[in-house]
């Protein structure tokens, strides 16, 4: 419910010298922990003051900004810590205290600003879907998806999907991570496009379908082979150090959970984040084993080496991907590269037009910060992490990184709100579950625009089932696969 103003300065007050003390146990010198607790405390502060203003009405644990709070405030902190605890980067980058303030201070004015963003969607009015509503039956979207999914997946499934649930024979992470970069480099203009028609739309079809069947299919057996053919799933992802699309089926459980079973309880949902905070240093040390036998043994022998030190902020090399931020800034005060301006709009622009009517089309701009910033790293086929404030940034500073985040906080609210309308439909909260964890959970590391053009990708087979005219064969499918006719 909307905290009183009294209320929201006790527990900002509270709050902010629990995580201040809990951060000053991270590290070792004064200055740390008086810069760490600072930013805790206005963080915290900011956040209290936009959930005090975000809604009159209960609010939802699993909204657009309490997800992004969360992780944006790990990712951010991580990379931090690092810094001042070892006095260097992640890859022996140098920087200086001015770097590190200015990374923090940017940080603060980016979160603040996405807060803005998400309170003034909801200024907006309610969005109409009332004739999208009336369309959306089980029966009827379960055989749109198989028919969606299915000869997509039969065209492409020697060479693009069968890898994602062959967990027997999937390559480790520590094998195929450099050499599937440079391959798909020098696949050509083709290879995109290949890669989503033939691997990310039916996969998403067929993990929507799959949730339909756990949860409104009324044969055992239909329920039983889809579950298996998640675990089978799941399984592989692990093998291959799939790190968000693990994420992703996470978000998957909880959202059908929280809107198809009952809501969950806070506890639940710190128990979620404490559980995805602590699988990923372990999916970083496992993914690095060249077999799926030496995963547990490469685990347990990291766990006795470093005791607990390996899920400190500033040793989780996951979370510690925000430094990138930070050597971008440093970059720019140094001269090392400057800002993109123009050519910066254009890059972001760019990346939503395929390869095929652009052969030209320039790198965007995650790309190009490992090119110029880390050049080695990119001739071998490797990847750097990119904030999510740092497109905004490169463009033209702070004023250009507010604006970014405000834009995208709104957008962002407004897809929620969106969904809201339609919650009870289990396809569509797959699909949020895919929204959420491409625009919120990856753009944090990604970068906005990129995780954008992924979003949209996966939006494909859920807009093909809402947009296409319902029909007796759709119903007769779903029927056939025990999906009950009736409105979700």
């Not at 009015?125 to 009332?130: F, H, L, R, V």
């Not at 369309?135 to 969606?148: F, H, S, V």
Request: glycine fraction near 6%; hydrophobic fraction near 55%; aromatic fraction near 12%.
């Amino acid at each position: 419910m909307r905290l009183s103003k009294g209320t929201a300065l006790l527990l900002s007050a509270a709050l902010w010298l629990a995580i201040a003390y809990s951060l000053s146990l991270l590290t070792d010198f004064a200055n740390n922990k008086t810069l760490l607790a600072i930013f805790s405390g206005g963080y915290l502060l900011i956040f209290l003051s936009a959930m005090h203003l975000y809604s009159g009405r209960q609010s939802d644990l699993l909204s657009p900004p309490v997800f992004f709070a969360c992780i944006f405030y790990l990712y951010t902190v991580s990379g931090a810590a690092g810094i001042l605890q070892y006095n260097q980067g992640a890859y022996g980058e140098s920087f200086s205290a001015v770097d590190v303030s200015l990374y923090l201070m940017f940080c603060l004015m980016g979160f603040a600003a996405a807060c803005v963003g998400f309170c003034t969607a909801n200024l907006f009015k309610e969005p109409q879907t009332a004739a999208l509503e009336h369309r959306l039956d089980a029966a009827n979207m379960a055989g749109k998806l198989l028919l969606l999914a299915l000869p997509l997946a039969v065209l492409g499934w020697d060479k693009h999907l069968s890898a994602s649930f062959d967990f027997l024979h999937a390559k480790s992470y520590a094998e195929a991570a450099l050499s599937s970069r440079l391959e798909y480099r020098a696949a050509g203009d083709s290879a995109g496009v290949m890669q989503v028609f033939f691997q990310q739309v039916p996969l998403t079809a067929i993990l929507a379908l799959v949730a339909l069947l756990i949860f409104n299919s009324r044969y055992k057996a239909a329920k039983i082979v889809a579950t298996l053919i998640l675990l089978a799933h799941i399984a592989t992802v692990i093998r291959i150090g799939g790190r968000s699309m693990l994420a992703l089926l996470a978000i998957m459980g909880v959202a059908l959970y929280h809107y198809k079973v009952r809501n969950i309880k806070f506890k639940h949902f710190a128990a979620v984040i404490l559980g995805g905070y602590i699988m990923l240093p372990l999916m970083s040390v496992a993914r690095a084993a060249h077999t799926p036998t030496e995963m547990p043994a490469q685990v347990i022998a990291t766990l006795k080496e470093s005791k607990l030190a390996m899920f400190s902020p500033a040793n989780n090399s996951e979370l510690v991907a925000s430094q990138t931020f930070m050597r971008l800034i440093s970059a720019i005060q140094t001269r090392e590269t400057q800002f993109l301006g123009f050519d910066g709009l254009y890059r972001m622009v760019a990346v939503f037009v395929p390869r095929t009517l652009m052969p030209e089309r320039p790198l965007p701009m995650s790309e190009l910060f490992t090119e110029r910033l880390y050049p080695d790293i990119w001739k071998q086929g490797g990847g750097m992490g990119f904030f999510n404030l740092m497109e905004g940034y490169w463009i033209a500073g702070a004023s250009t990184m507010l604006l970014l985040a405000f834009i995208y906080a709104i957008g962002v609210q407004y897809v929620y709100r969106l969904f809201l309308r339609n919650s009870a439909s289990t396809v569509a909260c797959v699909w949020y579950a895919l929204f959420i964890n491409a625009t919120v959970i990856c753009a944090i590391r990604g970068g906005l625009f990129t995780t954008l053009k992924v979003a949209l990708i996966s939006s494909i087979p859920f807009i093909a089932v809402m947009a296409f005219p319902n029909a007796r064969l759709f119903e007769r499918i779903g029927n056939a696969l025990g999906i009950k006719n009736a409105s979700l």
